[in-house]
């Protein structure tokens, strides 16, 4: 899949473009079905799929004070979107002049002339133009003066209600890692690179890989049960995946402080200092608590890793 930043809208030529049109912030379920839309549309006319995604995220250049904090980096939702068979994947930067375009402009000058559309894929709630004016109606009626077909989709439900970015970023702040999972159809995951820590967990015999995330988004603390993967392979690293037992919160116990993020890897040895892994979770083992020293902390690591490991071995 090739990644085309929109810096400039002219005429891109790519033939028979079935575009899927949104922030796709955590590519969930409910983003998959306008993307395997608009791929299989592509397919039967052998021409081009293509996501149109925003950068930033539209919330950042509107109301930067509310924003929320993003499911995934663009690399990231690029990897997910291009598993999903599209060809190329469309970032137009989010501006402020961009924000101000009439319907009719935005649909002119972006969706026709710049990626020559013949088909539109959105939700049946998107909002585009000055003052999001425009709905799915007024992208139909732009779509037959214009020459492309508009499908609105109606939201995937589940656990009594529409998927959303938003219902994601709420379970995950609460550690409900099972409703995401529901929710994104594939474990949460998050990259981080492995940084110096202060040492704790190798001294009480429990070394931790210490990660500086590169996700906005990080779930509530307490305990998780991960499988983790050495991004890139090569010296030190592997593309397989290792059982782990990962820890994020404030370390009550040692005083608190800022959330880090910890993960102990099973059975496993090895200098991970400046790599990137990745975290994918599994099951919320227990919430993040102070103990009254450091014995009953380590014993009750070690219990974690007793249950991490009967977590991920199981089928």
Request: glycine share 12%.
């Amino acid at each position: 899949m090739e990644v085309v930043r929109l810096d400039s809208l002219e005429t891109r030529g790519w033939p028979e473009a079935a575009l899927a049109v949104g922030n796709f912030d955590g590519v969930h379920r409910g983003h998959q079905a306008l993307v395997a839309l608009a791929v299989r549309d592509a397919r039967a006319a052998g021409g081009t799929s293509v996501v149109l995604t925003f950068d930033p995220h539209p919330s950042r250049i509107l109301s930067p004070d509310r924003a929320p904090a993003s499911l995934m980096t663009l690399e990231q939702k690029a990897e997910i979107l291009s598993g999903l068979g599209v060809d190329r994947l469309a970032v137009l930067p989010f501006t402020v002049e961009l924000s101000r375009r009439e319907p009719e402009e935005f649909a002119r000058q972006v969706l026709q002339r710049a990626l020559g559309a013949r088909v539109v894929v959105v939700g049946s709630s998107f909002r585009f133009g000055r003052g999001r004016a425009g709905d799915l109606e007024t992208l139909k009626r732009l779509g037959d003066e214009l020459g492309f077909r508009v499908h609105g989709l109606r939201p995937v439900i589940a656990r009594g209600g529409p998927i959303s970015s938003t219902r994601i970023r709420e379970a995950l702040s609460r550690g409900d890692v099972n409703a995401a999972r529901d929710f994104l159809g594939r474990r949460f995951f998050v990259d981080g690179l492995v940084v110096k820590g202060e040492g704790r967990g190798r001294l009480i015999g429990v070394p931790t890989a210490n990660l500086q995330v590169l996700n906005e988004m990080v779930l509530g603390g307490g305990v998780y049960a991960c499988w983790c993967r050495v991004l890139g392979g090569g010296s030190g690293g592997t593309e397989e995946s290792r059982p782990a037992a990962v820890n994020i919160g404030r370390r009550p116990t040692f005083g608190g402080g800022l959330t880090t993020v910890e993960a102990h890897l099973l059975d496993f040895e090895g200098d991970l200092y400046g790599r990137t892994l990745r975290l994918e979770f599994q099951e919320r083992l227990r919430e993040e608590r102070a103990f009254p020293g450091a014995e009953a902390l380590v014993a009750q690591i070690r219990s974690d890793l007793v249950v991490a490991r009967r977590v991920l071995s199981a089928p």
